[in-house]
């Protein structure tokens, strides 16, 4: 009774073991089947990721290939617009040191050419400033500041500015001067100089031949006439003249010589007075020439009248006369110093 009841436990518990194990191998073979399917999916995107992955690598190799050539071409160029970089760098120091040369070479000709115009002004200065003070030619120094100025004013350089102003004051003072005609003056003084060796003297002078009456002339025979010819030719030969005075019929051919050359001298040193403006020894000479003039020469001659009437007026001439200088434009150029501009050495 025991087996008999124990075969359908056994064949209940095989058949539960078999569904099991059945279960077991579905559940198993299902398994393998969703790995495998998991593995077959898995390999296949391995292998689609591996391919484009390779793909990816190819592509990015040839992009690297493309990269390294451009980055070669890149640094190529690189180097090329360096060294045109440097080129052009050089070029440009090479210019700056070339507009500063000129710059330079500019400011040092502005400044001779300046220097040159104030060694030419006060060259004209000084001819002018001695003119004035030996001749008192205050035209010649008007005109010579006038011409100065204007020189100054063309070169507009306001540096010049206080010269100018110099300059502008003398030129009002000369323009208030008083008038002496130095030069006029000398000029006559000279020509009376040059006129001494003509003047004729008064020993010099012959008497006029006495008119015969013309009755005698008319009424006389030919012997009467003959012998009054030979009459007036025996006259003649001896001449007879009245001088007032003392010595003037007393003057040797020498000492005529010495009295023409004396008063050359005295017209001489009256000249000389007069440029030193010396109105005593001027007016003193004039007077002592004016003596001798009339004591010695024929002033009724047209020229010893001329050179009489010259010494007349030299001698009421007025001689010593104040006139201002051209000193303070003169020293203002001699002692100017033209400015260096910045960048010159």
């Known amino acids: 009774m025991n087996d008999a009841t124990e075969t359908p436990k056994l ?3 095989r058949a539960r073991t078999d569904r099991w194990l059945v279960s077991a191998v579905a559940a198993l073979t299902v398994a393998v089947l969703v790995l495998g399917w998991g ?5 296949s995107d391995m292998v689609e990721l591996r391919e484009d992955v390779a793909k990816r690598v190819r592509e990015a190799s040839v992009d690297a290939s493309g990269a390294r050539a451009i980055a070669k071409e890149a640094q190529e160029a690189l180097r090329d617009a360096q060294g045109k970089f440097g080129a052009l760098e050089a070029k440009l120091l090479e210019s700056q040191s070339h507009q500063l040369a000129l710059e330079a070479l500019y400011q040092e000709l502005a400044r001779s050419r300046d220097e040159w115009l ?3 002004i006060e060259q004209t200065l000084a001819i002018a400033s ?3 003070q030996l001749a008192g030619n205050v035209r010649a120094a008007l005109v010579a500041l006038q011409n100065a100025d204007a020189r100054l004013a063309r070169s507009d350089r306001p540096q010049f500015l206080p010269l100018r102003r110099v300059i502008a004051r003398d030129i009002e003072r000369l323009k208030l001067a008083p008038a002496l ?3 006029g003056m000398t000029f006559r003084i000279d020509q009376v100089i040059a006129g001494v060796d003509q ?3 008064l ?3 012959r008497p006029q031949a006495e008119a015969r009456p013309a009755a005698a002339r008319a009424g006389a025979s030919r012997w009467e006439a003959a012998l009054q010819g030979i009459w007036e030719e025996i006259k003649s030969l001896v001449r007879v003249q009245r001088l007032d005075g003392i010595d003037q019929s007393l003057l040797a051919p020498e000492s005529r010589y010495f009295l023409r050359e ?3 001298l005295r017209l001489l040193h009256a000249r000389l007075a007069l440029l030193q403006r010396d109105e005593a020894a001027f007016r003193s000479d004039i007077k002592a020439a004016q003596d001798w003039l009339n004591r010695y020469f024929d002033t009724k001659q047209p020229a010893t009248a001329m050179a009489a009437a010259n010494l007349t007026q030299l001698g009421t001439a007025a001689v010593n006369v104040e006139l201002p200088t051209i000193a303070d434009s003169l020293s203002a150029i001699r002692n100017y110093k033209i400015p260096r501009e910045p960048g010159m050495r």
């Open 39 to 43: 593995w077959w999916v898995t390999r």
């Open 11 to 13: 064949i209940v518990a």
């Open 199 to 201: 003047f004729p003297l």
């Open 181 to 183: 005609d130095v030069a």
């Open 118 to 120: 104030l060694a030419e």
């Open 130 to 132: 001695q003119q004035l």
């Open 262 to 264: 004396n008063l050359k």
């Open 203 to 205: 020993v010099d002078g």
